[in-house]
């Protein structure tokens, strides 16, 4: 059986097959609906099911809540048609004609920038580039099958490398590899680009939310939209726990002495008496709530752990943001990593 989905308010439609979820039948079909992990847990993907019915057939996502499905919403990652569908999705659009490929890679660089976050830069062969869209990741491939999405921190504008920032988790297979094992000259696989978190056309201000490591994409969008020229109004806010963790903070601050329609906002949620520090504190989400009250003319995108994503997302609807003008990229742990913590923390 396939089922035709009809993707509102854009018009686009597509033919899904019995058990294939939603998501893949849309991006096979060249249909751009919006997604991160694949795999249910960070909600990117979530649209309104208006007409027909869908199951799980690889189990119920984690990532809606019971009052979440009962409203309609459904995790198109994970869910298959039972019948001809019509769904609610703002942020469609035609999928951008890039190429997802697998290739080898060579660790040509490693630079800790802080205590717990290494990067990484990737050499591609010679004869291949990988076209990709700033903020958008990749998968590393490993021997087991398995895989770890890394968001790429460069401008596609400078694609000879490819940059990610890779924080330490406590627990985490690969991630300890990198740390304790790995060495330059290394060669991994990779697949991609993957995800959907990257610049949308718009004549609306930005701004743009990173928690930790989530700077990462947020600085590969910087870098293009500065060599692109800064026409309107981005703000970056970057929050952290302590000073330490603003690990290319003095890289911020050069562009915004440069651009002068670029503002930045770090903010620490548990700053140290070493640090002496003297700017924003508390969560992130809630300093960009207190400085822009209505959020109804801008453009939100944002990037880090899960808890970040989910209270940023409630405070700023709230605040008038238009959902359809919310991106955000949710770093969730595989899981795997996530059993392996719970075991390290007994």
């Known amino acids: 059986m396939t089922y035709q989905v009809t993707v509102k308010p854009s018009g686009h439609t597509f033919w899904a097959e019995e058990n294939e979820t939603v998501l893949d039948a849309g991006l096979r079909q060249g249909v751009a609906l919006p997604y991160g992990c694949r795999g249910g847990m ?29 409203n309609g919403k459904a995790l198109l990652c ?9 769904i609610d999705s703002p942020q469609v659009g035609a999928e951008p004609d890039i190429e997802v490929k697998t290739l080898p890679v060579r660790v040509e660089k490693m630079r800790k920038l ?9 050499k591609l062969p010679a ?10 990741y990749v998968d590393i491939l490993l021997k087991d099958g398995k895989q770890r999405g890394f968001s790429l921190a460069n401008s596609p504008l400078d694609d000879s490398f490819l940059e990610l920032h890779i924080r330490h988790v406590p627990g985490g297979f690969f991630t300890s590899h990198v740390f ?21 056309e718009s004549e609306r201000p930005i701004i743009l939310i990173g928690g930790g490591t989530g700077f990462a994409p947020l600085k590969g969008m910087l870098e293009q939209m500065m060599a692109q020229g800064l026409e309107k109004p981005v703000h ?13 903070d003095s890289v911020v601050r050069s562009w915004v ?5 670029l503002t930045y906002v770090p903010v620490l949620s548990e700053p140290q008496p070493q640090d002496n520090w003297q700017g924003r504190t508390g969560w992130v989400h809630e300093a960009v709530a207190a400085d822009f009250p209505d959020l109804s003319a801008y453009d939100v995108y944002m990037s880090g752990p899960p808890p970040m994503i989910n209270a940023a997302k409630k405070a700023f609807l709230a605040q008038g943001l238009a959902e359809a003008h919310l991106y ?4 969730e742990y595989s899981p795997d990593t996530l059993k392996a913590m719970q075991e390290d923390k007994a």
């Not at 994970?78 to 019509?86: G, Q």
């Not at 806010?237 to 963790?245: E, I, S, T």
């Not at 002495?257 to 329609?261: A, E, I, L, V």
């Open 78 to 86: 994970m869910a298959a048609a039972l019948s001809h569908l019509e």
């Open 236 to 248: 970056l806010y970057w929050g952290v726990r302590a000073k330490p963790d603003l690990y290319m």
């Open 180 to 200: 304790n094992e790995m060495k330059e000259k290394a060669l991994l696989r990779i697949r991609g680009p993957l995800g959907s978190f990257y610049i949308h």
């Open 114 to 122: 802080a205590a717990d976050v290494m990067e990484l830069t990737l």
């Open 328 to 331: 955000y990229d949710s770093f």
């Open 257 to 261: 002495s440069r651009h002068p329609r």
């Open 42 to 70: 960070c909600g990117s993907c979530a649209a309104t099911i208006l007409s027909g019915q869908v199951h799980y057939p690889f189990g119920e996502p984690q990532g809606l809540t019971p009052a979440e499905m009962e």
């Open 127 to 136: 004869s291949e580039r990988l076209r990709f869209l700033a903020g958008q």
